[in-house]
C-alpha cells in the first residue's frame, strides 16, 4: 500500500488565519481526496483533489473556503481559510493507488485546533 | 440517498472475548463494503474489504466481516480480541471499484479491559 505523509501534524491556530497543509504519497496515484473528522464525528468528504484542474467540492464545502492544490500524481494541499473555531477538525487525506483501485488508503491526519 | 449505520456507539469486550461490530447499510445497488481502524492519534487503517463473490472476507489482524444482502449488513467480527484492538472502528460504502466518495459509518468506539 503507498505510504502517506501529511504536514503538519496538528497546529493551534488563531481565528481569521489560514493554514495549509500538505499531503505527500511516496508512489503515484490515481485520485486524492481531502476528508475532515470533527470531533467525535465519523469523517466527511471535502473535496477530490484532480491533478491539473479544479478540485471537485462536495455539497456544503466552497473552494473559496477550502482551497486545494494537486500540482502532480504525488501531492497536494488543502488551505483552510479564514478559520474559526467550527474548523477545529482533524483533516485527513486519502489515495487510490495506481493498481489497487478499488482500495483508498487515509494519511495519518492534520489535528487542527483554531482558537 | 446512501447511508451507513453503526448502531454501537462504544462497545466494552474483555480481552480474549469475542468480538461482533455491527454495520447497516442503505443503498439501492450492492455497494462496496469497508471496515476501517483508526487507533489513536492515527489515521485510518483498510481492515477488509467486500465488492463480490463469497461473502465471508478475511482481513488483516485476524478480523473477518460477513456481506449479508437480505439484512443490508457487513458486521465485523474477531473471534478472540487483544488489548492492542482497542481503537475507534468505521464502516464505510462506496459506489463503485474506484472507492470514490466513501460514506463513512459513525464510528464503534472499541475498550478491552484487561
Known amino acids: 500500500s503507498a505510504v502517506i505523509s501529511q504536514k503538519p501534524s496538528r497546529d493551534i491556530c488563531q481565528r481569521g488565519t489560514s493554514l495549509t497543509i500538505q499531503c505527500q504519497v511516496d508512489s503515484q496515484v490515481t485520485m486524492m481526496f481531502w476528508y475532515r473528522q470533527q470531533p467525535g464525528q465519523s469523517l466527511t468528504l471535502i473535496a477530490t483533489?484532480?491533478?491539473?484542474?479544479?478540485?471537485?467540492?462536495e455539497s456544503g464545502f466552497v473552494i473559496d473556503k477550502f482551497p486545494i492544490s494537486r500540482p502532480n500524481l504525488t501531492f497536494s494541499t488543502l488551505t483552510v481559510s479564514n478559520m474559526s473555531p467550527e474548523d477545529s477538525s482533524i483533516y485527513l487525506c486519502?489515495?487510490?493507488?495506481?493498481?489497487?483501485?478499488?482500495?483508498?488508503?487515509f494519511g495519518p491526519g492534520t489535528r487542527l485546533t483554531v482558537t | 440517498a446512501q447511508s451507513v449505520t453503526q448502531p454501537d456507539i462504544h462497545i466494552t469486550v474483555s480481552e480474549g472475548a469475542s468480538l461482533e461490530l455491527r454495520c447497516n447499510y442503505s443503498y439501492g445497488a450492492t455497494p462496496y463494503l469497508f471496515w476501517y481502524v483508526q487507533s489513536p492519534g492515527q489515521g485510518l487503517q483498510l481492515l477488509l474489504k467486500y465488492f463480490s463473490g463469497d461473502t465471508l472476507v478475511q482481513g488483516i489482524k485476524g478480523f473477518e466481516a460477513e456481506f449479508k444482502r437480505s439484512q443490508s449488513s457487513f458486521n465485523l467480527r474477531k473471534p478472540s480480541v487483544h488489548w492492542s484492538d482497542a481503537a475507534e472502528y468505521f464502516c464505510a460504502v462506496g459506489y463503485f471499484a474506484g472507492a470514490n466518495n466513501l460514506f463513512f459509518g459513525t464510528g464503534t468506539r472499541l475498550t478491552v479491559i484487561p
Open positions: 486519502s489515495v487510490v493507488g495506481l493498481f489497487k483501485t478499488s482500495e483508498q488508503y
Open positions: 483533489a484532480n491533478q491539473g484542474s479544479e478540485a471537485t467540492y
